[in-house]
């Protein structure tokens, strides 16, 4: 999105520092400057702690406590045999690992790291091709899931079934997309679990109607292209202006949806397998195509020209759990329109990607509220009304509905989330002029890397303090090592390595 900073190179004998632990030598011919060579240490000793120390089983919880790293945390305590697949977990990691390694070839090690992740994984794929949030490594696993590569039993409900919600398999399948790019199609493990997660995506896909459901057990059938409505009121009190039935012929994680952020997940998913395997470069891109007609017909008409988070099988907004209502949904809305300016960035020739993030704008930046920081996560459907927008909702006999500002009664949910709608209009007008890859400037990539090479402990390790209560309920107050915080600064080193050799050209610190 911004333009980089281009510096002029330094030369290698002006770049000692005092302060930089012992690394091998950069086997690229660029400049090595004092951030580099510090990135470069910072990065291999960060990947080496954390495979080394806080890995189990090759994989990774979103937590672990830094003076015991037994306690790990993902959404509920794991125990030394579990790990997360959900992010920010194992898939994290691995990508994080993939492009360090493909940043400093010179340390095969990183190479090695990915490829123990990788195989967490594979340990964790389910016989229905996909992943579920965790993966225990137990013979008899507590986290019961019907494993494809175990004979673990498969007698629980749901084991079989494939979760996209949370971009769990999403992520993970890049995440072995990538780790069998890195090693060239060689390893036959990781090689045979993405081609066997592949070949049931394909086939989790809604023919005609594009979209995808919260996850499969197997194919689905064919839904018809139809174009978002507003479901009819059924005239009821129920505490809303308007209120919707709640009565359905099937479940709504097999309807299609929009929930938690899912499409930018499937857009990328689909694109790296796009890249990584041209002999099936026609079969993702039309997968990808249809997939972006899905997201421009799943758009509400006006006059709020937005996107629901979960749909029936007319493509009418629908409930989906006790709290979660046939609603205008801010968060997921501006989720989707990042995937859209994302496929017209991949594909100019589609202008009506682009166009439906521009009439999706017009609307949302009139709602977006706090000095337009904040979006409610639901606004009522075919109401304009301010008092209207941010309600906080639930079925009958759930918890009460009402419209305020006070705290809802449930209090596990994003009620409210950040206004990205500044971000996205910005974007939505560089496209309009430069459809190459979005990224962070040079500039910003720069501070970036300060601030990880400043703040690693040891030079090798990143602390997130929890005071007074830990990073999940029930945890130990005190020094964590979270996982999205060395996964976000490992890309940030990899990231910088590699554009100093290329777009960014290096500099002092």
Not at 199 to 227: C, D, H, K
Not at 288 to 302: E, K, N
Request: include cysteine.
């Amino acid at each position: 999105m911004r333009r980089h900073l281009a510096l002029v190179l330094l030369s290698v004998a002006a770049c000692a520092s005092p302060d930089a632990e012992p690394e091998a030598a950069a086997t690229e011919q660029a400049a090595t400057t004092p951030l580099r060579q510090k990135a470069l240490g910072r990065m291999r000793n960060a990947a080496a702690y954390f495979h080394d120390n806080v890995a189990r089983h090759g994989g990774y919880a979103w937590h672990q406590n830094a003076t015991n790293l037994s306690e790990r945390w993902g959404d509920i305590q794991l125990d030394e045999d579990q790990i997360m697949i959900q992010s920010p977990g194992t898939p994290d990691v691995t990508i994080a690992f993939v492009e360090a390694a493909l940043a400093d070839p010179a340390t095969p090690a990183l190479k090695t790291y990915a490829l123990d992740a990788a195989m967490a994984l594979r340990h964790g794929q389910v016989k229905s091709g996909g992943w579920r949030l965790y993966a225990d490594f137990k013979p008899t696993p507590t986290l019961r899931a019907c494993y494809l590569n175990t004979t673990a039993s498969c007698g629980c409900a749901g084991c079989a079934f494939t979760v996209y919600d949370d971009q769990v398999t999403q992520n993970a399948l890049t995440a072995m997309m990538r780790t069998d790019q890195l090693l060239g199609f060689t390893n036959t493990a990781i090689s045979g679990a993405s081609a066997y997660a592949r070949a049931r995506v394909e086939t989790s896909q809604f023919p005609t109607n594009g979209g995808f459901p919260q996850g499969f057990t197997g194919p689905v059938a064919a839904r018809p292209a139809l174009n978002a409505s507003y479901p009819p009121s059924t005239g009821t009190a129920c505490g809303l202006a308007n209120c919707y039935a709640n009565s359905y012929t099937t479940e709504y994680w097999d309807d299609p949806t929009l929930n938690d952020n899912l499409a930018t997940a499937f857009v990328e998913m689909l694109n790296w397998a796009k890249e990584i395997y041209p002999a099936q470069a026609a079969t993702y891109q039309s997968m990808r195509t249809a997939y972006g007609d899905f997201l421009r017909r799943a758009q509400m008409p006006q006059p709020q020209p937005a996107w629901a988070q979960q749909y029936d099988s007319q493509m009418q907004p629908r409930w989906a759990r006790s709290w979660e209502a046939p609603a205008i949904a801010g968060q997921e809305s501006q989720d989707v329109m990042w995937a859209l300016l994302r496929l017209y960035q991949l594909d100019p020739g589609v202008p009506a990607n682009r166009a439906a993030v521009g009439t999706a704008l017009a609307y949302l930046e009139t709602v977006d509220y706090a000095n337009d920081t904040l979006l409610s996560r639901y606004i009522e459907l075919d109401d304009t009304a301010p008092s209207n927008i941010g309600f906080y909702t639930v079925k009958a006999g759930g918890y009460p509905a009402r419209f305020s500002t006070a705290p809802p009664t449930y209090q596990n949910y994003a009620w409210e989330v950040p206004s990205q709608l500044a971000a996205i209009r910005a974007e939505y007008n560089r496209l309009a002029t430069d459809t190459t890859v979005m990224k962070r400037s040079c500039q910003q990539l720069r501070a970036d890397t300060a601030q990880a090479v400043d703040t690693a402990v040891n030079n090798e390790r990143w602390i997130t303090t929890y005071s007074p209560a830990g990073p999940r309920s029930g945890a130990t107050p005190g020094d964590y090592l979270d996982t999205a915080t060395f996964v976000r600064n490992l890309r940030t080193l990899a990231e910088f390595v590699t554009r100093t050799t290329t777009d960014c050209t290096a500099w002092n610190y």
